[in-house]
């Protein structure tokens, strides 16, 4: 985590003034982590449904076996775990995943980063009250169809964080609207960031 919210930075820096900070899913987390590090390079963030441990670890018990499955040499018993303990994706979907070989396959590819990325998560605790003080202007997304426990998440990070703009629930959609309505979740991000332009007093700071 550490290294991926250095890598955010590094980047954000570059500009040379406070940027726009979008995150989606676990990438939310990373936004969160790098708006907490330094606020002052954000003047706003965009998080879609990023899963921030709310009550309980992430992955817990799920990530422990999703680990050993790996070290097992079987990246398809770790993706399966991850798809239906840690995301919680409805049992029909991966049944359905898992049909489709070739495409089940390539996703047990990813198993491994994956599973890191929850460890990374995982590894922050369960502290969401470490976002109350971060006092930077945020939209909050989430999809009607998305798995409850993300929308859980969601809630619980408004009612911390100091500065929600507003929390979006886009209908007909679930945790991947980025990439099923590009255009409509594009258009939200441009209309938040016309209301909270940077301040001019920030960018010369």
Do not use: C
Not at 76 to 91: K, N, P, Q, T, W
């Amino acid at each position: 985590m550490e290294n991926e919210v250095n890598d955010v930075l590094a980047v954000a820096a570059t500009t040379g003034q406070p940027v726009l900070l979008v995150g989606h899913s676990s990438g939310g987390v990373v936004a969160l982590e790098a708006a907490l590090a330094s606020p002052t390079m954000f003047f706003g963030m965009v998080l879609y449904e990023p899963p921030v441990a709310v009550t309980e670890p992430l992955g817990g018990d799920a990530l422990i076996r999703a680990k050993a499955a790996l070290i097992a040499d079987d990246p398809g018993l770790a993706m399966d775990i991850h798809m239906r303990e840690i995301v919680r994706a409805s049992r029909h979907l991966v049944r359905l995943l898992r049909l489709v070989g070739p495409l089940w396959r390539r996703m047990a590819t990813f198993a491994p980063g994956q599973i890191q990325d929850d460890a990374n998560i995982e590894s922050l605790g369960v502290d969401i009250d470490r976002y109350a003080g971060l006092n930077v202007p945020a939209l909050l997304l989430g999809g009607a169809r998305s798995p409850k426990h993300l929308r859980i998440r969601l809630d619980a990070l408004a009612s911390v964080l100091p500065n929600v703009d507003s929390l979006v629930v886009l209908p007909h959609q679930g945790h991947l609207a980025n990439a099923f309505a590009p255009r409509k979740i594009a258009n939200i991000i441009e209309a938040f960031a016309d209301r909270v332009p940077p301040k001019p007093e920030v960018l010369e700071g």
